[in-house]
Structures are given as C-alpha cells and as structure tokens.
C-alpha cells in the first residue's frame, strides 16, 4: 500500500461543483508532433469536470483506493505546520500542481524519506529542487504537452490584450461607467507589423509562433535548440543565439523556457534596460525569470510599455505584491494550464503514470524530468541543474 500526498488548488468560493458554462469538451487524442494524449487505462470522471481542486481530487480516489492506496489531499501547503508538512514524511507519492506549487524544497526532501515520485500534475517542475530529487533517487515526472495549446492560447491572447489596450478600455465602459474614447486608444496599437520573439521555442513557444504567423508579424525566437531549418523557413523566423539579441530586436517578447540554473533572473534591470523603448513582455512560464523590482521600474519609466502573464512567485503571492498594482499589467493568477480542457488531460496523464508505477511498467520518456539519479527525458533536453 502506498501513500500518495495530492496538493491542489481551494475549491471555488461559491461552492464545488461549479455550475458549467458548456456540456462537453472536444476530445483530443494527440498533439502537434505527432505525442498522443494521456492512455490511462480507465478514467473516473467526466472530461470538462473542475478536478484540478481539493474536490475534484485529479479523480483519483475510486482507481488509487480499489488498489488499496491511500490518497490524501490538501490545499494547504505552507510550512510549518501544513496538511503538506505533516503528512509529508510517510507519503511514497506526491502530485502537486504549478498553479498552487507544493515547494519540495531540499529539507521538506530531507523530511520524505519515502518519498519516491513526485507528480507534476501540469508541465514545469521547478517547484521540485531537482538536485535534491537527484540526489534522493526521486522520479520526477510530468504530463507533458498536456497543457501546451492553452499555454499558448493565454500568451497570444496576452499580447493582443496588451498591445490594443484591452483591459483599460474594458474597465472604462465596466467598472468606471464611461465611454473614454480617447483615454482607451491613446495607448492602442496594432500588432500587425511589428517584430515578436519567443524565449524557449518548446511545445508552447513554437504553439506561439505558428498562431501568431497569420497576424503579419516578423518572427523571432531564441532556444538553445534550434529548430529545423524547414521550420524557420515556413514560419519565417529569425534565431537568435541568446536572450540579449532576442530582447534587443523585439516589441514583443513571450517567455517560455523552463526556469532553470540558465534562466533564473535572466531578465534583470540590464536586459530590460537594452529593450526598445514601450517593449511588451508575456511571461506564462515562471516569475523568477524575470527581476521583479525591475519589471515594475521599467514600466514606470515606459521602458516596458506593458507587462502580462499569469506566473507569480511565491504563488500565491502576497498581498501586497507589487504586481497587483503595477501601471500597464494584464496580470492572470496561474490559470493558463489550468483550463477545464487541459484539466482533462493533465488528470489522465497523473493517472497514466500512477498506473505504470504501481505497475512496474515504464513511464513515457516525454513526461520524465528526472529519473534514475539524472536528468531525463523532457529534463535532459529542457533543464540544467
Ligand atoms: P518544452 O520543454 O517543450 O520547451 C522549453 C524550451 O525552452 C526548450 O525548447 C528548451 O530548449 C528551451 N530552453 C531551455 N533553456 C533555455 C534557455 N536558457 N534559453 C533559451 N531557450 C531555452 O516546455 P513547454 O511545454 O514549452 O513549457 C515551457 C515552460 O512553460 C514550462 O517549463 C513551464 O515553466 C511553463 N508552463 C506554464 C504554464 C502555465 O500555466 N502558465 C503551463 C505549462 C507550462
């Protein structure tokens, strides 16, 4: 018998279930590249239900309790004493989410000396420290693409927010009862004709560049992999061999490589300050990519003429955090992976996966992050530790 430790969102405030906005979702059974979709062998919900919360479970518990596992889950997570903490140290499993990370921080891995996989039910498993992971003979896994396409769905619909102004003049005609034609354009542009970059041309930096072709729009991208040269030619993009050159030649930049030792803080005062004056960023992929202070300054100073995203860090943030407030954000709580779309497949991948541990079988190479004390898989070719 295992124990596998489930760290989710809170459910809804007005109560769970939620009431749906539509029936049913469409079913995809793979994505662009050829990766099918999740192949668990049975499924305990209804695909388009909310279980990415504490009451949705993943729809876990009939399959782990029918084989006798013991599934806990909780959404309060913060140390020191935590539902996670306390029941950390006998648990053979974890699943966490990135919108509500569970921190497996080297000493809570201290503490787990069960543990042995830890779940990322979504993609980007930062919120494990990896070397510890490493050093513990910990699997790390993840349901990888899962959630690309809404990722990247978010991140153009945050840079045409962003650049038409779309929040301002929303809130003119909502919240303020107005009709402010002109404050709402003097800050609207078109995106057509300008230069836009992605940093990480992954699953969902390349999703970005192929919606965002139709627009007429230069194209660029920086990845430490270089995408085929068939590829460049099609989507006409511009490489460029670090974030430097990127940043430099863009008005708008979209960030989605993993956060790693190579991208933390990566977008300091210095790389924002070498930025076209009244540049766009979008960072869907993770906070600490980004000089926090540093965005704020450069949007009071129009070196930054917005900023949108929905990764925060800690998550949840603070009250008072600074991006809550700052001019000119189009800011989402970590949301963008977490559509009831995506729900569906990232809870089918956490239960494929569960059903090959448990089973003796191997994990799918796309979804291992870390697996037999190194970097595998997804985590060989997308992270540095
Ligand atoms: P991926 O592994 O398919 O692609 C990541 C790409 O980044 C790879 O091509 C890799 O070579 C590149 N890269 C790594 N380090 C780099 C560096 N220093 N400079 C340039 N490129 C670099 O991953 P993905 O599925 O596209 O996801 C990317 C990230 O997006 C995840 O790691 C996660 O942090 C974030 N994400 C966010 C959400 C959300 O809800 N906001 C959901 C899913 C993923």
Redesign the pocket.
Known sequence: MAKILTVLYPDPVDGYPPRYARTDIPVITGYPGGQTAPTPQGLDFTPGELVGSVSGELGLRPFLESRGHRLVVTSDKEAPDSVLDLELPDSDVVISQ??WPAYLTPERIERAPRLKLAITA???S?HVDLPSAIEHGITVAEI??S??IS?SEHAVMQILALVHNYLPAHEWVTTRRGWNVADSVSRHYDLEGMDVGV???????LAVLRRLKPFDVTLHY????RLPPDLEKELGLTWHPD?RSLAAAVDVLSI?????A??VNLFDEELLGSMKRGSYIVN???ALIVDRDAVVRALESGRLAGYAG??WYPEPPEEDHPWRTMPYEGMTP?????TLSAQARYAAGVREILECWFDSRPIRQEYLIVEGGRLTG?GA??YTV
Request: aromatic share 2%.
């Open positions: 990135p919108f979504g993609i980007g930062d990888t693409h959630n690309s990722v940093l990480g041309a992954g699953r969902i930096g920086c990845d430490v992999h974030a989605h490589a993993p956060l790693h190579k991208t869907t992929a993770r929905d990764v970590h949301v963008a992976g977490s997804t070719r997308s």
